[in-house]
């Protein structure tokens, strides 16, 4: 069972085996909502997503748009590590990645979409994740919602139906997770592991690189080798004492190699 009760916000829970999922903000204005999908077909990952996504459009106003990697031209990273140090506009790459970041930094919401081969994520998929890897070093998209949508989930096809209402309710509460992220209001709060990654590259990276590094001067420009976090975000007592053990801890790995 799904429904909503409009009080003066959107407020709607659905019913899956008992467990209840709330959807608990208002979309105040249409979100936009990418779709990358890293099959060369259009088939069960599609049609995953195609559900994700009618799913969210139940919930509030939402614009989709699928982007097919196939129809893209992107080349297998070289592992030169120029968009690390120099930065991405110095890759050698010439082809359609800085189109697909586009389309990223254009919306809200982002969505992987990817059958599984042997155990991992397509070709497809993974060659674009490689081609983003400067953005791990150099984080951004704070504040746009992100999940991944796996067409894996039986090796056995076609599926019988009981499987297929099970996909259909796991896909359900994901939708309602994302509805959530997409529709937040503030940024959140880090949770450990986040702050841990943050406290710890930059310590790393105020102690082993120097203005050379297009890292550094990132983290300079930003203002993080100060700051509690990528952006501002209160933290409890709990965090900010662990925030200082982190840091403790990245310098420890940054002075003994
Ligand atoms: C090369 C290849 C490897 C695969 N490996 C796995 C696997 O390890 N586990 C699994 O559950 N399914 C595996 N599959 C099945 C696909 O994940 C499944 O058919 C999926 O629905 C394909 O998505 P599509 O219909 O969007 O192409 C594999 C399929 C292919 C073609």
Redesign the pocket.
């Known amino acids: 069972m799904f429904f909503y009760l409009n009080l003066n916000e959107l407020v709607g829970y659905s019913f899956t085996y008992g467990e209840v999922c709330f959807i608990k903000r208002e979309a105040l204005k249409m979100k936009k909502v990418t779709v990358f999908i890293g099959?060369?077909?259009k088939?069960?990952?599609?049609q995953a997503a195609q559900e994700f996504a009618a799913n969210l459009k139940s919930y509030g106003e939402i614009d989709i748009e699928y982007v097919f990697l196939k129809d893209y031209h992107l080349e297998y990273c070289r592992g030169c590590k120029s968009c690390f140090v120099k930065g991405e506009e110095f890759c050698p790459l010439k082809d359609d990645r800085d189109i697909l970041l586009e389309k990223m930094n254009n919306s809200d919401g982002i969505i992987f979409a990817t059958?599984?081969?042997?155990?991992q994520v397509s070709a497809l998929m993974k060659t674009f994740l490689d081609r983003l890897g400067f953005v791990l070093h150099r984080p951004r998209f704070f504040g746009k919602a992100f999940t991944a949508v796996g067409?894996?989930?039986?090796?056995l096809?076609p599926m019988i139906p009981l499987e297929q209402k099970k996909i259909s309710q796991e896909i359900k509460k994901a939708s309602v997770r994302f509805y959530n992220e997409l529709t937040r209001q503030t940024l959140p709060a880090p949770s450990f592991f986040r702050l841990m990654v943050f406290r710890m590259s930059r310590t790393s990276i105020r102690l082993m690189l120097d203005e050379k590094s297009r890292d550094y001067r990132h983290y300079k420009e930003k203002g993080w080798f100060e700051s509690d976090y990528y952006y501002d975000a209160s933290l409890g007592i709990i965090k900010k004492l662990t925030g200082h053990f982190f840091e403790f801890l990245g310098k420890r790995m940054a002075t003994q190699r």
Request: hydrophobic share 20%; glycine share 0%.
């Open positions: 099959s060369p077909r088939q069960a990952t599609y059958p599984n081969y042997s155990f067409c894996c989930l039986t090796a096809e």
